[in-house]
């Protein structure tokens, strides 16, 4: 993993730790040559180990493509990003909601840096 997939993938997670998303988080075992992989809600705790690179050597969310998103949501995102005047503001409240729904608006899922969701997983 390249430096800039992992400040990406870490300013990803770091705006997802609210609202408990999903990961992958696979650690390295001593005198193991494989890793130890568990799926489980991400912690700060996990990315903080992730970025001293001493214990975590991969983390990676379950996300949602966008085009997962029901009739439903995508209601709700318009009523919900339309509720603020402000242009900047109505961005905010646009990733507010991706985070919130573990819609992959970054492109994590198509990079490797992140797992498309199983459907169902975060109802």
């Excluded at 992989?37 to 001493?54: H, Q, Y």
Aim: charged share 30%.
């Amino acid at each position: 993993m390249t430096q800039e997939e992992k400040t990406l993938l870490l300013q990803d997670l770091c705006a997802r730790l609210p609202y408990s998303v999903e990961a992958q988080v696979s650690n390295i075992i001593e005198g193991e040559s494989k890793p130890f992989v568990v799926s489980k809600e991400l912690t700060f705790t996990d990315v903080k180990a992730f970025v001293d690179c001493n214990v975590v050597c991969d983390i990676k969310p379950y996300l949602r493509p966008i085009s997962s998103m029901t009739e439903e949501e995508w209601k709700e995102f318009d009523w919900f990003v339309k509720q603020e005047p402000d242009e900047i503001l109505r961005f905010k409240n646009t990733l507010k909601f991706y985070n919130k729904h573990y819609i992959d608006y970054v492109g994590l899922i198509p990079m490797g840096l992140a797992i498309e969701a199983p459907e169902g997983m975060y109802n």
